[in-house]
């Protein structure tokens, strides 16, 4: 079974693109594993509402551990399973906070071996000293992407107002990468990502 | 400040020492690193491993040279033929002489991988057999049964222990038609099988002069010499090492003393395989002695003691 990560910073939708995604190919309820930084594992069974209301927050670090979705994705006659994990976000600096460090190192670790990155990027959050500063979190995570070559950006939050002057700039800032435009929220533009997915699994 | 594999990177993330952006420069370093040198000589590479596996083994100096020399041989074989020259057969049926517990099997497996590497084998795999798995009941079941082994070791070893047990019967024994069956084999099929004869040292010495024809059959003699009791310690220690336990001094001093008296006391002294015995039951001795105690320590946890030794005799 093939494993896709979502990664970026946190805040910027990773749980709800995974939550909403899983719904938008026929989920009505799954089974989240939470895999802690030492290796406990947990399972929970949620309805997708349930799901979102306990896991996703607009605060900051909700999520701070390895959270598994098993999926289902046809594609012509056959049905073939797939893995979609959630991350902690990562950020730029040290965290103070022990246990959001060790959900940082579970998130580079998954990275490593995972099959597909499916990165993250908020469209709100860029702005022009991001557009100046080689050296965000997300140009990290995108030099490390690139060389994979199964990694793609999902331009987040497309719904909000100035979002759409910020695509072009976002498809200038990472050129060698797939921008996938979406709204996790409203679950606009998950068919390319569904067709993405269906590529490579 | 560089880092040996991602492990380390992932631990600095989490002890706060780096950020996750200086770590995804490290890994990415890391990778650049790595992706070179495993393309320029991987065979290499990895028969240096299985090398390095058995220069691990404690003792055995005189089986160690004679691997080294039988990969040096193969290898120059190979070169002169690139070169057009004449070329000795590679004819490396062996014989292993030495008592229980010696490493004759463990050298066996690392020959066959580091065959399979330098390309003698095409497999490499060991077929480990003994009398019962080639001697049939009746007549004309022991070629039969014989077969079926030599065939599942094609492309491997075929490693007959106690191989002295096949001509032992007397006349009517079935074992002499499957030694035939075997001289047969490995004239017909050299060139994709090898065939190793393992015993006590005096019972196939025997062996070889009941049947004279044999003994020219096999160019490669190994004798595995007994341990002394220096490497034997070395062997626990190495044993300890490996499951993450210690020996302390008083421990190790008993274990000589053990050792000592398995060896005086029985015929066939089984070697390393005792020691590891030894060493198993102590650790389950030593799971004893810990259960009765409320708080252990971590050193606790590792350290094994004289009193865990002294429940063990066999």
Do not use: W
């Not at chain 1, 910073?9 to 594993?33: H, Q």
């Not at chain 1, 893995?83 to 580079?108: F, N, P, S, V």
């Not at chain 2, 066996?108 to 490499?124: N, S």
């Not at chain 2, 001094?249 to 008993?254: H, I, S, W």
């Amino acid at each position: 079974m093939r494993e896709l990560t979502v990664v970026g910073r946190p805040n910027s939708g990773k749980t709800m693109f995974t939550l909403n995604f899983a719904s938008y190919i026929g989920s009505k309820t799954v089974d989240v594993t939470f895999r802690t930084y030492d290796d406990l594992i947990t399972c929970r069974h949620f309805s997708i509402e349930e799901a979102k209301r306990e896991l996703c927050s607009n605060a900051m670090h909700k999520t701070k551990s390895l959270q598994s979705i098993v999926l289902k994705i046809v594609l012509g006659k056959t049905v073939v399973n797939f893995k979609l994990t959630d991350t902690c976000g990562i950020g730029e600096k040290i965290h103070q906070e022990e246990k959001i460090r060790r959900g940082m190192a579970q998130t580079l670790s998954l990275m490593r071996c995972a099959d597909f990155i499916f990165h993250i990027i908020d469209l709100s959050y860029i702005s022009k000293e991001y557009t100046a500063n080689p050296n965000t979190i997300d140009h990290e995570i995108y030099n490390y992407g690139i060389v994979r070559n199964s990694y793609a950006i999902l331009a987040n939050k497309i719904d909000v107002p100035f979002a759409k002057d910020n695509l072009t700039k976002l498809s200038n800032i990472f050129p060698k990468a797939t921008i996938i435009p979406i709204s996790a929220l409203l679950s606009q533009g998950l068919k390319e990502v569904k067709t993405c997915v269906a590529r490579n699994v | 400040m560089s880092y040996v594999c991602p492990q380390d990177i992932f631990l600095a993330v989490e002890n706060g020492e780096i950020s996750p952006a200086q770590a995804f420069k490290s890994l990415r370093e890391m990778d650049n690193i790595t992706a070179y040198p495993t393309k320029v000589d991987n065979r290499q590479k990895r028969i240096e491993e299985i090398l390095y596996e058995l220069d691990h083994l404690i003792g055995l100096s005189e089986v160690k040279r004679l691997v080294r020399e039988i990969y040096a041989f193969i290898e120059i074989q190979r070169r002169r033929a690139q070169e057009k020259l004449n070329i000795e057969p590679l004819v490396l049926h062996m014989i292993f002489k030495g008592n229980p517990g010696t490493g004759k099997t463990t050298v066996a497996r690392i020959l066959g991988k580091v065959l399979r590497e330098i390309g003698v084998l095409q497999r490499g795999h060991l077929i480990e057999v003994e009398r019962a798995d080639l001697v049939g009941e009746y007549i004309g079941h022991t070629a039969q049964k014989t077969r079926e082994q030599l065939k599942k070791a094609y492309g491997g070893i075929l490693f007959i222990d106690e191989a002295y047990s096949l001509a032992r019967g007397g006349e009517k024994d079935f074992g002499k038609e499957s030694i035939d069956v075997l001289v047969k084999a490995m004239e017909d099929h050299k060139d994709e099988l090898i065939l190793i004869l393992a015993g006590y040292q005096k019972e196939m010495e025997n062996f070889l002069q009941t049947n004279p024809g044999l003994r020219s059959r096999f160019p490669i003699h190994i004798d595995f010499p007994d341990y002394n009791q220096q490497e034997l310690l070395h062997i626990a220690e190495q044993l300890c090492a490996k499951r993450q336990y210690t020996l302390s001094l008083e421990t190790q001093a008993l274990l000589l003393k053990l050792l000592l008296q398995q060896s005086s006391n029985i015929e066939n002294f089984g070697n390393a395989r005792t020691v590891r015995n030894i060493i198993e039951k102590a650790i389950r001795q030593q799971a004893v002695r810990l259960m009765a105690k409320n708080n252990i320590t971590r050193q606790e946890l590792i350290l094994i003691e004289p009193v865990d030794l002294k429940e063990v005799k066999e």
